[in-house]
T-cell receptor, first 113, second 115 residues
Framework: GEDVEQSLFLSVREGDSSVINCTYT??????LYWYKQEPGAGLQLLTY?????DMKQDQRLTVLLNKKDKHLSLRIADTQTGDSAIYFC?????????????FGAGTRLFVKA | NAGVTQTPKFQVLKTGQSMTLQCAQD?????MYWYRQDPGMGLRLIYY???????DKGEVPNGYNVSRLNKREFSLRLESAAPSQTSVYFC??????????????FGEGSRLTVL
């Protein structure tokens, strides 16, 4: 079945790099995503990677995809207190019934000043 | 620039009561979704509607019904609320993959407590 797993908590010091890891099970996923949720708000897309890519860089964010191991990671360089949030890994599965996105449980990132 | 709008934002129900969560999007998206968010469990898909006129069950559909009223609106109904349905509910919309990234756009959430 479909499953996305990620650790629940990560604590880093301001200025350090954060690395959030995720594993997924469905090798047919077209896109893999990282969403960010700030307190009291809905999720917003942070970045995504297409399944035929190994890496994507977007300013302080680096996404690495290892398709063989079904492993996705998000690295945040120079982590700031404003990066404190819950980060969700997600994959979109397609089919004749339409597309649905499956989320991991979310990793709560704590940034210590 | 409304995006996805959910109502109500907060609701307290007694066990056995019914209610409907409303969701509307103004981005002309084909697909709409209802998720629930519980601590340590992330977001779980309740129902989704790939396009107007279709609905499908997600991971946790029991105790819920949905209606895709038109392209803009997708409602979630609890017929007989139970304490296990205490959660934060999110509506989302997207265009299908295939030429787009499949990004989901979320509402701000509806916080439901069932006593």
């Amino acid at each position: 079945g479909e499953d996305v797993e990620q650790s629940l908590f990560l604590s880093v010091r301001e200025g350090d790099s954060s690395v959030i890891n995720c594993t997924y099970t469905d090798s047919s996923s077209t896109y893999l995503y990282w969403y960010k949720q700030e307190p009291g708000a809905g999720l917003q897309l942070l970045t995504y990677i297409f399944s035929n890519m190994d890496m994507k860089q977007d300013q302080r964010l680096t996404v690495l995809l290892n398709k063989k191991d079904k492993h996705l990671s998000l690295r945040i360089a120079d982590t700031q207190t404003g990066d404190s949030a819950i980060y969700f890994c997600a994959e979109t599965l397609g089919g004749t019934g339409g597309f649905k996105t499956i989320f991991g449980a979310g990793t709560r990132l704590f940034v210590k000043a | 620039n409304a995006g996805v709008t959910q109502t109500p934002k907060f609701q307290v129900l007694k066990t056995g009561q019914s209610m409907t969560l409303q969701c509307a999007q103004d981005m002309n998206h084909n697909s709409m979704y209802w998720y629930r968010q519980d601590p340590g469990m992330g977001l779980r898909l309740i129902y989704y509607s790939a396009s107007e006129g279709t609905t499908d069950k997600g991971e946790v559909p029991n105790g819920y019904n949905v209606s895709r009223l038109n392209k803009r609106e997708f409602s979630l109904r609890l017929e007989s609320a139970a304490p296990s349905q205490t959660s934060v509910y999110f509506c989302a919309s997207s265009t299908p993959s295939g030429g787009t990234t499949g990004e989901l756009f979320f509402g701000e959430g509806s916080r439901l407590t069932v006593l």
